[in-house]
């Protein structure tokens, strides 16, 4: 019997690393008597993956960083940019499970041999409709869509890691409770890989590392693992009793297991990513010669230059980006590296060719492309069902009317350093916390991966234009993160805006969202830490005094250090206030009414100088 998804529950601990099935020998003497086995490669299918040639066509379906977005993303955060035939760009309209669905379905079609496999953040940072259910009603439709297996990502920990196992195992919420009547919540289908995630105690793997999809005969081996920097992205307490392993360590080792078990064939699904040269999800990654594709860049290229060479694929993501592209293996040859962009508006399409005489994977033969999830195709109707029946629960929350708009204020599909929506924000945890009694706040500083939507003016549902939601405030701001206000050194203020662009951040840059009064100037034509110009920052005009102390707001992520800030974890006498969603739809409802909605901000605190 083939080990699948429908067969196991990883949850129940399934490594998947047993017996192999019928030998190649064993398959060849079934065959036909005195057919070759080249004549029934061709009878039975060769390599077109519906026979039992010599070699077959294994379809690997991938996506990654769904987090949570049942329903259609709104806004620029439900677009990919397509480039066309004459070298112009277009915008398409993409994501939402209801599609996806419909789209992996049809993929399947035909393809005898078919995994649908992820690369983490599957839940985590969701809007609404599944965060107010802490993500059941996303691990619910990943069970339908036939998922086979997923790494987990650095979201996966934001409720820690016991209730990643309720993700994993099922059973109620241990305070919110069982959320449908009479009906417990029975947990993934499909095994959660945590191969690099460590208890500190006991040093084993929290989850299964390893997973061995098989049928007829062929085996794949899939080693799922998070980027080891979890633990800066991550709250100290979603994190707390873990350990982080190297990404390549953890592959190489896992990859030698796998070997010794007899599986040849082996993807590796990892939660790390590139910055490819084009946002276009169609671009030639590899680069012809015309300028068009320049490859890939960031932390994933130096881990698929030094992952093992038996691993033949690499399916990525964090970094919400579409690539499909080749990077040499420690042995020279080209391996594949791909990524699905985010939120479920793509999905990757792979061929691996596997050759049963060698149980391993022929790397000239492999094919790979990205395609989108459009919304031009019927949607999958128990998709439907499912998202209609959680609307109905959240409905009562999620349509309070909190504030209005003038026009789309953007924050996650802004490619902008600052971001409209990041001043809001910035502004909102400034008001909110600046009362002696609420901590006395002078500014506030929020981290921009925090920001997880645009506020869009088009209705989202019956409530009209222009009507901010609470569902819609919840998409943007979905951790509930708890608000501080901490003194801290002018000298340490100074050095955290120089974090932005050194350190950790150094390639990656993360650049914080300021309140309103906070300017300087960010040149990126110089390097490192001198990119945050030295004299310009200013506080409601007057510069900072590195031997002062001011009373900063932040959420409790940044006052932890998270994201490579560490000096913002210098603060003393820390205050705690109301989440980050209370202050910002607080503020929305200051500020805002249906005669006289917020304006989009200027954005123009931030000089930058390119």
């Not at 080249?38 to 519906?50: E, F, L, M, Q």
């Not at 496999?117 to 869509?145: V, Y």
Request: proline fraction near 4%.
């Amino acid at each position: 019997m083939a080990t699948t998804r429908k067969n196991n529950k990883a949850g129940r601990r399934i490594l998947a690393l047993g017996a192999g099935l019928a030998t190649v020998g064993a398959l060849v003497a079934a065959m036909p008597a005195g057919a070759s086995q080249d004549a029934d490669t061709a009878a039975y299918g060769g390599t077109n993956g519906r026979g039992w040639g010599r070699m077959v066509d294994v379809q690997l379906l991938s996506f990654n960083d769904l987090h949570g977005n049942l329903e259609p993303p709104a806004g620029s955060s439900g677009q990919v940019t397509r480039v066309k035939p004459d070298g112009t760009t277009e915008k398409i309209d993409a994501g939402g499970v209801e599609y996806l669905a419909t789209h992996l379905r049809q993929a399947r079609e035909g393809n005898r041999y078919s995994i649908t496999a992820a690369a983490g953040d599957l839940i985590g940072a969701s809007p609404l409709l599944s965060g107010l259910f802490h993500d059941e009603p996303t691990i619910q439709a990943m069970n339908d869509l036939d998922l086979d297996v997923t790494s987990v990502g650095n979201h996966e920990f934001d409720e820690g890691a016991r209730e990643l196992a309720r993700m994993q195992n099922g059973g109620c919420h241990p305070t919110a409770g069982c959320f449908t009547k009479d009906q417990k919540f029975d947990g993934a289908d499909f095994p959660y890989l945590a191969a690099n995630v460590t208890d500190e105690k006991t040093g084993r793997p929290i989850l299964d590392p390893t997973f061995v999809w098989e049928k007829d005969g062929v085996r794949i081996g899939f080693i799922g693992v998070t980027l080891k920097g979890t633990p800066n992205v991550v709250t100290a307490e979603g994190v707390k009793g873990l350990k982080f392993g190297d990404e390549v360590e953890t592959i190489n080792k896992y990859t030698k297991i796998l070997e010794r078990q007899g599986v040849k064939s082996i993807v590796a699904l990892i939660h790390e990513g590139g910055m490819p040269a084009s946002s276009a999800y169609n671009y030639n990654c590899d680069g012809d010669g015309d300028g068009e594709g320049e490859g890939v860049s960031g932390a994933i290229v130096d881990i698929a230059k030094n992952i093992d060479p038996q691993v033949d694929a690499l399916v990525t993501g964090h970094t919400h980006q579409a690539y499909v592209c080749t990077i040499p293996d420690p042995a020279g040859r080209p391996r594949l590296v791909t990524s699905a962009s985010s939120f479920g508006k793509l999905y990757t399409d792979t061929t691996l060719t596997y050759d049963r005489r060698t149980k391993d994977i022929v790397r000239t033969a492999v094919a790979s492309a990205n395609h989108v999830v459009s919304r031009d195709v019927p949607k999958a109707e128990d998709m439907s069902q499912l998202i209609a029946g959680w609307k109905e629960l959240a409905a009562p929350v999620a349509n309070r009317p909190q504030g209005y708009i003038a026009a789309d204020i953007n924050g996650r599909g802004s490619t902008a350093y600052e971001k409209p929506l990041g001043d809001v924000i910035a502004d909102a945890q400034l008001e909110g916390l600046a009362p002696a009694d609420k901590g006395g706040a002078q500014l506030a500083l929020m981290n921009p991966g925090g920001i997880r939507a645009d506020l869009v003016y088009q209705q989202s549902g019956a409530e009209g234009d222009g009507v901010v939601t609470y569902g819609e405030s919840f998409t943007v701001q979905p951790f509930t993160n708890m608000m501080n206000v901490v003194d801290l050194s002018g000298a340490n203020l100074i050095t955290a805006l120089k974090q932005q662009v050194s350190g950790s951040n150094l390639n990656s840059v993360k650049i914080l969202q300021v309140s309103k009064g906070l300017t300087y100037t960010l040149d990126m034509t110089k390097s490192g830490a001198d990119r945050v110009v030295d004299g310009t920052i200013k506080l409601n005009g007057a510069p900072i005094d590195p031997a002062k102390t001011y009373r900063v707001a932040m959420n409790e992520f940044l006052a932890g250090g998270g994201d490579g800030f560490g000096a913002l974890a210098t603060g003393t006498n820390k205050l705690v206030g109301a989440s980050d969603l209370d202050v910002f739809n607080a503020y929305l409802s200051a500020h805002s009414s249906a005669a006289a909605p917020l304006q989009v901000p200027a954005a123009d605190r931030i000089t930058v100088v390119k």
